[in-house]
């Protein structure tokens, strides 16, 4: 299905990537090809999956760790600016001492700036290398307003609602879930759409990570929780979404690199 071209209606998009363990200059690239073909679809909003940066390797976690004036951001923040598209990317990030390490969402502008959102539920096992964050404020683009979940944050209840309070109209959760766990994680995030009436947006890894195979099948739920779309479970590709008048309109487009 072709993306409908209704004026004013932004072009949503989440990026189904694999990343190199620990190849941060490597999946930099892999995340600027993304965003060049993602531009050329319009799209004006991008993420990626948790830790897209890195890959999800807590044990090396430390080492990876990255600041929000990393020099290595440059590239991506210079893109997003030109191409007009807010782009929310994952790594590791070391609090200001040093001495705490958080899962964050870097979400680069089209103005040029960088917001930092960080994970504030952990999944078990988890606070052996992090620490739970306080999380970051919902955010407008256009008529939109996005809600960022990072992984196990929408396994509690308290943060899609407290999403919904902030009037979000999408509710859009970086991962990493595996095959084993998706359907599961899956009717959470239809129930949570449903319930809030916000739309669900989902954006997984593709292949393994951290020694997880990921489900992938990154996906848009409807704010009814109807899944519209979703990508195959491995392929690297991107899922292109935008609101016409009767619903959402959404395709798929596979990235080879």
Not at 53 to 61: I, N, R
Not at 115 to 136: C, I, N, P, R
Not at 162 to 167: D, K, S
Request: with cysteine; charged share 15%.
């Amino acid at each position: 299905m072709h993306v409908n071209e209704t004026p004013g209606a932004a072009v949503l998009a989440v990026a189904q990537s694999r990343s190199d363990a620990g190849n941060i200059a490597a999946n930099i690239a892999r995340h600027l090809a993304f965003m060049e073909q993602a531009a050329g679809l319009g799209v004006s909003f991008l993420m990626f999956p948790e830790l897209s940066l890195t890959g999800y390797e807590p044990e090396s976690a430390w080492g990876m760790a990255i600041t929000s004036d990393d020099t290595r951001l440059r590239p991506l923040l210079a893109k997003a600016r030109e191409w007009g598209m807010t782009t929310v990317v994952g790594a590791p990030v070391r609090s200001s001492a040093g001495d705490d390490l958080s899962i964050a969402a870097f979400i680069l502008h089209p103005d040029g700036g960088m917001t930092v959102q960080h994970k504030q539920h952990l999944h078990s096992g988890e606070e052996a290398v992090f620490t739970a964050g306080a999380g970051g404020e919902a955010f407008n683009l256009g008529s939109e307003c996005f809600g960022l979940a990072i992984c196990a944050d929408f396994s509690q209840a308290s943060h899609p609602r407290r999403a919904a309070e902030a009037g979000a109209s999408i509710y859009a959760a970086s991962v990493l879930i595996s095959e084993g766990g998706y359907a599961h994680d899956a009717a959470l995030l239809s129930g949570h759409a449903r319930t809030y009436r916000m739309a669900v947006l989902m954006a997984n890894y593709a292949g393994v990570t951290g020694g997880w195979h990921s489900g992938g099948r990154s996906a848009l739920w409807d704010e009814q929780g109807e899944q519209v779309a979703a990508l195959p479970d491995a392929e690297e590709g991107l899922l292109v979404a935008q609101r016409s008048g009767s619903g959402w309109e959404t395709r798929s487009h596979r990235v080879a690199l």
